[in-house]
């Protein structure tokens, strides 16, 4: 063999030390050569918004039969209650399968041979991530609430980012017809009060539910840092996310949100809520966000600690 | 320049590397050699700082692995072929590795070039033979231009066209000055390659001795000598120390042990004998590395036939 040095043209001189910008590059390349990432953030895009689409298009067509359901109507919430519910699940995946990939292929052997200090090769993942989740959430949010408003818009009760809407607070339903030989069903309704949407309230909503989903997907990649198994890291998330809360619904109404309101998930009960008090229980959607990355920065730490302390 | 001191290392109860101290010098291949699970991947591990050392210090050109400014410019090393994402191509793979350490982008096409791989560089790599990922590894280790190399079991299933070009690559890479530590759990291959050996059995060093005096130490090294004073020469031979008997069953040549082929012909010319063949016999050093070794086989599977042991007296072969 012909000397193998002599096939490699010479390097520039090195100056400094490898560091986060070089990680944050290698990370970035990462993620985007991999074919899970476009699947995952394909049905994050397709699911939130399609299913948004499908709610907003059913409640208009409802709309039309019984207008009453025109009282009190989130028409924000519709169009991102899909997105918040499911698309964090989906997101969830990806933040697992972001670090637990790198062990389920044993990527991780190379990856830290390459660049052995741990921890900024774990910041650089969770940077990248973070900030591919944000702006993907960011986008997903903001369609769905537009695409969802433009449905509901001929029944005059989408809600708007730029100005002042005024729907029906209550309403007093009539409905004739229906049933065996009396006709199709149609009702009318009498509307009295009123609630006013701020296009702030809305803001907050559109940007808070794609801010939560992105600190679920936080909190998934902490987790998988933790487990070091996609599959386990999803059931643990599923678990917290889904199954706590619904167990939480057995205990005393007196205390029981006491605790709701310290879980991760608590904030998507009040964060896309424009209409009305919302949930008296928990607190405002900003300091329930609070409560979620909280979480994502507990469970963030412990995976880096134990990324850092364990052998690869 | 790699050194070892002290190295210890365990996982839970187990000792996988217990007490090992080594250095490993540049401008040769250094053949790391012990049964399965004797400790080889855990001590590169450690060298690469993926397993913690328990006790010990382990320093490549003088520094920790850990402090490198640049790693992949100082150490390439490869220890598993099939650490890679399969859905990533070789091309991206490559380049998510030379981005840590900040290498230019063009590197990845020569490497992709050198290794052979440049055809299939957009390739995902999961659909790579083994052949192809060890050409992989190796283009990755060779990103950054270093001259320490490690290699964990890098023939380990290849076919013989791929055991040639990477023997042939370790031995030149080993010319141009470089450090190359490469590890086997097979003698036979390291016969081919190392120039140095250290041999390691349940994670304790048992040899560390170049390859000529791993040859010369191993028990079965004879010379083989056809004379037709076959008589003479065993008188002669005895004489001056050493062991010589004649191979009856055989084509009646001598056989001398404890004595080098310079020596025995030296021997003969004294005496005067003539000599129709004079031959260094190498015992076969997977016996020899086998023999060595023996005491320190953590799993040693029950062999029907093989478990016979000298004097045991079965059928009448005598």
């Known amino acids: 063999m012909t000397s193998p040095g002599a096939q490699l043209s010479k390097l520039p001189p090195a100056s400094g030390r490898a560091g986060l910008r070089g990680a944050i590059a290698s990370e970035f390349t990462k993620i985007r050569s991999v074919r899970s990432t476009y699947w995952t953030l394909a049905a994050l895009l397709i699911v939130s918004i399609?299913?948004?689409i499908a709610i907003c298009a059913g409640t208009a067509a409802n709309m039309t039969n019984n207008p009453g359901n025109?009282?009190?109507?989130?028409a924000t919430q519709a169009s991102l209650g899909a997105f918040f519910e499911i698309g964090q699940l989906i997101i969830a995946v990806l933040g697992a399968m972001v670090i637990t990939s790198e062990y389920s292929t044993g990527m991780i052997r190379t990856s830290l041979t390459a660049m052995p200090r741990r921890g900024v090769v774990y910041a650089a993942k969770a940077i990248v991530f973070t900030t591919v989740t944000l702006i993907v959430s960011l986008v997903t949010s903001f369609v769905a609430f537009f695409v969802g408003q433009a449905l509901l818009s001929s029944h005059g009760v989408a809600a708007s980012l730029f100005h002042t809407v005024t729907i029906p607070a209550n309403a007093n339903v009539h409905c004739t017809g229906g049933g065996p030989g009396r006709g199709p069903?149609?009702?009318?309704?009498?509307?009295?009060g009123t609630d006013v949407i701020h296009p702030s309230a809305v803001l907050v909503a559109v940007i808070g539910t794609a801010l939560f989903v992105t600190i679920v997907a936080i909190i998934s990649f902490g987790v998988g840092a933790i487990v070091r198994h996609t599959a386990g890291t999803i059931s643990i998330v599923i678990a917290t996310l889904f199954i706590i809360p619904i167990l939480e619904q057995a205990l005393p109404d007196n205390w029981r949100w006491d605790i709701m309101r310290f879980l991760p998930d608590a904030a998507n009960q009040v964060v896309s809520v424009t209409v009305g008090p919302g949930n008296m229980h928990l607190w405002s959607a900003w300091p329930q966000l609070g409560v979620t990355a909280l979480w994502a920065a507990v469970l963030l730490t412990i995976g880096a600690y134990l990324f850092r302390k364990r052998d690869a | 320049?790699?050194?070892v001191r002290g190295l210890t290392k365990r996982y839970g109860a187990k000792t996988a590397v217990d007490g090992l101290t080594f250095g490993i010098e540049p401008g040769k291949v250094t053949g790391f050699l012990g049964p399965n699970g004797a400790g080889k991947t855990t001590t590169m591990r450690c060298i690469l700082g993926l397993d913690y050392a328990d006790e010990g210090t382990i320093t490549v050109d003088g520094q920790q692995y850990h402090d490198m400014a640049y790693p992949m410019r100082e150490v390439g090393a490869l220890l598993d072929a099939k650490a890679v994402h399969g859905g990533r191509s070789a091309y991206n793979h490559l380049l998510c590795l030379a981005q840590t350490n900040g290498l230019p982008r063009r590197r990845v096409d020569e490497v992709l070039e050198l290794v052979g791989l440049s055809e299939v560089a957009r390739k995902r790599s999961k659909g790579f033979s083994l052949g192809m990922s060890q050409r992989l590894g190796i283009a990755g280790t060779m990103l950054g231009d270093p001259q320490v190399l490690m290699f964990d079991e890098p023939v380990n299933?290849?076919?013989p066209e791929g055991i040639l070009w990477i023997r042939n690559l370790m031995k030149a890479l080993a010319?141009?000055?470089?450090?190359?530590?490469v590890s086997s759990h097979l003698m036979s291959e390291m016969e081919y390659t190392a120039d140095h050996l250290i041999v390691i059995g349940r994670g304790k060093l048992i040899a560390d001795c170049s390859m000529s005096e791993f040859i010369s130490r191993s028990s079965g090294a004879s010379v083989r000598v056809r004379t037709p004073s076959a008589q003479d020469l065993v008188t002669a031979v005895t004489a001056k120390g050493g062991v010589a008997g004649i191979d009856t069953e055989g084509d009646g040549a001598v056989e001398v042990r404890g004595m080098t082929a310079e020596a025995v012909g030296d021997i003969a010319f004294e005496q005067g004998l003539r000599l129709h063949e004079l031959t260094t016999i190498r015992a076969s050093l997977e016996e020899a590395f086998m023999e060595l070794t023996a005491s320190s086989v953590e799993y040693r599977a029950a062999v029907p036939g093989a478990g016979v042991t000298?004097?045991?007296t079965i059928g009448s072969g005598v």
């Open chain 2, 157 to 159: 299933g290849l076919d």
């Open chain 2, 1 to 3: 320049m790699i050194e």
């Open chain 2, 175 to 181: 010319a141009e000055g470089r450090t190359v530590f």
């Open chain 1, 70 to 74: 025109k009282a009190g109507f989130d």
């Open chain 2, 310 to 312: 000298a004097g045991t």
């Open chain 1, 50 to 52: 399609g299913i948004g």
């Open chain 1, 185 to 192: 069903q149609g009702c009318t309704a009498t509307f009295f």
